[in-house]
């Protein structure tokens, strides 16, 4: 509508006036008129073209620039569409990764399971074996039951004041009743001698910590109680045998048993000495601290025997073996 406009005012404003020179040729009636409408008509074609030239072109830079849009429309769907498919493929990726590891999850499960089964098999089996190794021991020396016993509570009472876990206390306190599993090999003689022994005598004796060991075998249940067997008469001043460790190089485990064991044989009567009593038996330990026990554990021990744990533990396995006597005798 525009272009329209410019040309009515190009066709109003076209000057119709004589051109210099051209008064002195003759022309033929209204040819001034029509040659001035036919330059006029010429000029308005002309302009008209280049609006036209113009608008073509504007029109082509529009297309141009709508064809760049269009193009980069499609580039960035077809990244959207790939990216799509990536998403797609990463997520069915995950969801396998999920199932897998949901399967593998359940596996775990059931071989922990399995293995909790294997584990509590293999504490019965063990705790069996410990039965049955003990009444071997009672069989040979009738003093052994109630030492054992009382053995087993002041090690897990001292375990249990030192600070550690449940079920390091429970299995310190069963492996300690092996701890001289390996007496049943010694000769009655020499185990149940009223009078000193002589070094011959005593050679024996010590023999019971490796052969103690080498009864309890290599099974993973048992491996406390070997170390126990072989190392409670080792002397935290490396002196003690068989082997002459010192120090934390013999097991926890052997070190608690080793003041537990003592202190036992120390207050119990046995056919070659009267027992001791408490008192003078915790004195001998308190000496022995630093040279033949670990200091921190006899420490933990005296603070037992002041809160009275240990006189209520001898006390509490001397009713047991009474009602197992009055047990025996209504039989």
């Known amino acids: 509508m525009s272009g329209d406009d410019d040309t009515k005012d190009m066709v109003e404003t076209v000057d119709v006036s004589p051109r210099e020179g051209e008064s002195s040729i003759p022309q033929a009636p209204g040819a001034d008129v029509f040659r001035q409408l036919l330059h006029q008509a010429v000029r308005v074609a002309d302009m008209a073209n280049s609006q036209a030239m113009r608008m073509a072109l504007d029109f082509a830079k529009v297309y141009e620039r709508e064809q760049g849009v269009r193009k980069e429309f499609e580039n960035q769907l077809k990244q959207m569409t790939l990216m799509e498919k990536q998403a797609t493929r990463y997520a069915e990726d995950l969801a396998g ?3 897998s590891e ?9 071989a922990l399971e399995q293995e909790r089964i294997a584990s509590e098999e293999l504490r019965r089996t063990g705790l069996q074996g410990i ?4 009444l071997a021991a009672t069989i040979k020396d009738r003093t052994t039951g109630t030492h054992l016993q009382r053995v087993r509570r002041y090690v897990e009472a001292i375990a249990e004041r030192l600070g550690l876990p449940e079920d390091l206390v ?7 009743v092996m701890h001289d599993v390996g007496k049943i090999h010694t000769p009655d003689h020499i185990l149940q001698s009223e009078h000193v022994l002589s070094d011959d005598e005593f050679s024996v ?17 048992f491996e406390t ?10 002397r ?3 002196k003690g045998y068989p082997d002459g460790k010192k120090g934390e190089e013999i097991s926890l485990a052997a070190r608690i048993v080793s003041i537990a064991d003592v202190f036992d044989a120390l207050t119990s009567k046995r056919p070659y000495k009267e027992a001791w009593s408490a008192e003078a038996g915790l004195k001998a330990i308190e000496a022995g601290a630093g040279e033949r026990f670990d200091p921190e554990i006899v420490a933990g021990f005296i603070a037992l025997a ?13 009713a047991s073996e009474d009602e197992d006597h009055s047990g025996s005798s209504a039989k």
């Open 236 to 238: 935290w001043d490396g």
């Open 97 to 99: 990764m999920l199932r």
């Open 205 to 221: 004796i010590k023999q019971h910590c490796i052969d103690g060991e080498k009864m309890l075998g290599t099974a993973r249940f």
């Open 170 to 176: 429970e299995e310190f306190g069963y492996s300690s």
């Open 225 to 234: 109680a070997r170390a126990i067997a072989r190392e409670h008469h080792e």
């Open 102 to 110: 949901r399967e593998r999850r359940q596996e775990l499960e059931r």
């Open 306 to 318: 002041g809160e009275g744990v240990l006189e209520r533990i001898s006390s509490e396995v001397a």
């Open 131 to 134: 039965s049955h190794l003990l």
